[in-house]
């Protein structure tokens, strides 16, 4: 009995999410129409309290499991949830009018939402394939359905359905190769999958044939060459909203995700793994920057641009040794809290019955209003990687990390691309500042999601004095890893 109430106790952040998910829905149906705003109202009480949960329940140091070994909570967990809860409560303050001005301000999307959380969270404790599993197909579901929210676009449901699709064959292939694994070990638990390999062959037909898969299944889930042909039809065909949760707090869920997989249950197979993975972020770096070029929809050019930020993610996971995770976490927080500005930007600058999701729409913005033609740029520059902005302190943390292993033809590759990938980050900022307007229509936002974008938008810049203490941050969340 004390060991359920333990267990209990250490999941308590999830079990109070999902509770107050499944409350919501229940109050929403009573209150939908006399208070319209009590869902949201809830659903942001609920990220607030949970973040205080998780931080209060952090272990002081070493890990802690329970339920049988399937869940764990160390650093790493309590860093990646808190930073999920503050990225989604963020999410949510920019989505609230338009969701409202689309007729999407629904109970049931904050109640999504939430369980979408749930899912993150369980992926991030997991140390067992099937927790891994379940979590993973609970955001996946979560998602599907949030890219299909807005029921009257047929762009949102065609997007839905490639996700839906194209999801569930990753999900088969993730499946498979731990099928394959636990054919090879005899185990789904991850810590006894980890010590199974180290008493048998590196390449044992088994082992690289599960290994493969399950790569190919996280290709999918991340959304890197060559299996990234979901994001720019999902980026550009679901509700902005949408997108802006799914840009952020599941990309830092991902890394999560990956560091159980491969780091806990296959470090000794690094070798092999960090090859598959040189290979997919140079392609990725690759392509991503390359075809971006060619964009004139903002949300596809954001979404190449997310596959050639997954491939720079990759560089850090690639070197296999704790430097390089940590500058990988380092690098996925300042991408996510990049990618939530952007897209901010891009909701404040639409309104109902137009989406500002061409780059020509914002032609001239710095004569209409300079103050958000600034920080259109500001986030442009902090996605190219240029100096001072963090971005460029988060591209130099994953090179760096390549040229302390030694693959400087690697970091150099990386560069290059970081260098091509400049050029339609520019052309935006050029249209900002060069290009004549083509309306002379005010930009209306309320004042509290301006003020929340604004110290978002400069905390890109404003931040650099902290930068040596983020970095601390995520190198000791590694080095709590269980």
């Given at each position: 009995m004390n060991n359920i109430f333990a267990d209990i106790q250490l999941a308590i952040p999830e079990i109070f999410v999902f509770s107050m998910a499944c409350v919501i829905l229940l109050v929403d149906r009573f209150t939908h129409e006399r208070m319209p705003k009590a869902s949201f109202l809830l659903t942001q009480a609920t990220l607030l309290i949970a973040l205080y949960l998780?931080?209060?329940?952090?272990?002081?140091?070493?890990?802690?499991?329970?339920?049988?070994?399937?869940?764990?909570?160390?650093?790493?967990?309590?860093?990646?949830?808190?930073?999920?809860?503050?990225?989604?409560?963020?999410?949510?303050?920019?989505?609230?009018?338009?969701?409202?001005?689309?007729?999407?301000?629904?109970?049931?999307?904050?109640?999504?939402?939430?369980?979408?959380?749930?899912?993150?969270?369980?992926?991030?404790?997991?140390?067992?394939?099937?927790?891994?599993?379940?979590?993973?197909?609970?955001?996946?579901?979560?998602?599907?359905?949030?890219?299909?929210?807005?029921?009257?676009?047929?762009?949102?449901?065609?997007?839905?359905?490639?996700?839906?699709?194209?999801?569930?064959?990753?999900?088969?292939?993730?499946?498979?190769?731990?099928?394959?694994?636990?054919?090879?070990?005899?185990?789904?638990?991850?810590?006894?999958?980890r010590n199974a390999i180290q008493g048998m062959q590196s390449d044992d037909v088994m082992l690289m044939l599960g290994l493969v898969f399950i790569i190919v299944g996280i290709g999918f889930k991340l959304g890197v060459v060559p299996f990234h042909m979901w994001i720019p039809d999902i980026y550009q065909g679901a509700p902005t909203s949408v997108v802006l949760f799914i840009g952020t707090a599941p990309k830092i869920a991902a890394f999560a995700f990956v560091m159980r997989l491969l780091v806990d249950g296959f470090q000794a197979l690094a070798v092999s793994w960090s090859e598959m993975l040189t290979i997919f972020a140079i392609l990725s770096m690759g392509m991503g920057n390359i075809v971006a070029i060619a964009q004139t929809n903002l949300k596809?050019?954001?979404?190449?641009?997310?596959?050639?930020?997954?491939?720079?993610?990759?560089?850090?996971?690639?070197?296999?040794?704790?430097?390089?995770?940590?500058?990988?976490?380092?690098?996925?927080?300042?991408?996510?809290?990049?990618?939530?500005?952007?897209?901010?930007?891009?909701?404040?600058?639409?309104?109902?019955?137009?989406?500002?999701?061409?780059?020509?729409?914002?032609?001239?913005?710095?004569?209409?209003?300079?103050?958000f033609a600034f920080m259109v740029a500001l986030v442009m520059f902090s996605m190219a990687g240029i100096p001072p902005t963090v971005g460029f302190f988060a591209k130099l943390s994953v090179i760096q990390a390549l040229v302390d292993v030694d693959k400087y033809w690697l970091a150099v590759v990386a560069v290059l691309f970081a260098v091509i990938g400049a050029y339609y980050y520019l052309r935006v900022v050029k249209t900002l500042y060069f290009d004549k307007p083509e309306t002379s229509e005010p930009i209306s936002a309320n004042i509290g999601m301006q003020f929340v974008l604004t110290v978002n938008v400069f905390a890109l810049l404003l931040i650099m004095p902290w930068i040596g203490v983020i970095m601390d941050i995520c190198s000791e969340a590694i080095s709590k890893m269980g």
């Amino acid at each position: 009995m004390n060991n359920i109430f333990a267990d209990i106790q250490l999941a308590i952040p999830e079990i109070f999410v999902f509770s107050m998910a499944c409350v919501i829905l229940l109050v929403d149906r009573f209150t939908h129409e006399r208070m319209p705003k009590a869902s949201f109202l809830l659903t942001q009480a609920t990220l607030l309290i949970a973040l205080y949960l998780n931080l209060a329940g952090a272990p002081a140091s070493g890990t802690m499991k329970a339920f049988n070994d399937m869940f764990i909570l160390d650093g790493m967990a309590t860093l990646v949830k808190s930073m999920i809860f503050i990225l989604t409560f963020v999410v949510l303050i920019y989505s609230h009018d338009y969701i409202s001005e689309r007729k999407m301000y629904r109970g049931e999307y904050f109640v999504i939402i939430l369980i979408a959380v749930v899912g993150m969270m369980v992926m991030v404790s997991a140390s067992h394939f099937i927790t891994i599993y379940i979590g993973l197909e609970l955001l996946s579901l979560s998602l599907y359905t949030l890219v299909a929210m807005n029921r009257n676009s047929d762009l949102a449901t065609e997007a839905a359905m490639k996700y839906f699709v194209l999801g569930a064959l990753a999900s088969g292939m993730l499946l498979y190769g731990m099928s394959i694994i636990y054919g090879a070990t005899g185990s789904l638990d991850i810590e006894s999958i980890r010590n199974a390999i180290q008493g048998m062959q590196s390449d044992d037909v088994m082992l690289m044939l599960g290994l493969v898969f399950i790569i190919v299944g996280i290709g999918f889930k991340l959304g890197v060459v060559p299996f990234h042909m979901w994001i720019p039809d999902i980026y550009q065909g679901a509700p902005t909203s949408v997108v802006l949760f799914i840009g952020t707090a599941p990309k830092i869920a991902a890394f999560a995700f990956v560091m159980r997989l491969l780091v806990d249950g296959f470090q000794a197979l690094a070798v092999s793994w960090s090859e598959m993975l040189t290979i997919f972020a140079i392609l990725s770096m690759g392509m991503g920057n390359i075809v971006a070029i060619a964009q004139t929809n903002l949300k596809r050019m954001l979404a190449y641009s997310t596959i050639s930020h997954m491939g720079y993610f990759m560089l850090g996971i690639l070197s296999a040794n704790p430097n390089g995770y940590s500058a990988s976490l380092f690098y996925v927080i300042i991408y996510s809290f990049t990618t939530m500005a952007a897209f901010g930007l891009i909701i404040m600058m639409s309104r109902a019955g137009f989406e500002a999701e061409e780059i020509s729409d914002y032609k001239g913005l710095n004569k209409r209003h300079p103050w958000f033609a600034f920080m259109v740029a500001l986030v442009m520059f902090s996605m190219a990687g240029i100096p001072p902005t963090v971005g460029f302190f988060a591209k130099l943390s994953v090179i760096q990390a390549l040229v302390d292993v030694d693959k400087y033809w690697l970091a150099v590759v990386a560069v290059l691309f970081a260098v091509i990938g400049a050029y339609y980050y520019l052309r935006v900022v050029k249209t900002l500042y060069f290009d004549k307007p083509e309306t002379s229509e005010p930009i209306s936002a309320n004042i509290g999601m301006q003020f929340v974008l604004t110290v978002n938008v400069f905390a890109l810049l404003l931040i650099m004095p902290w930068i040596g203490v983020i970095m601390d941050i995520c190198s000791e969340a590694i080095s709590k890893m269980g």
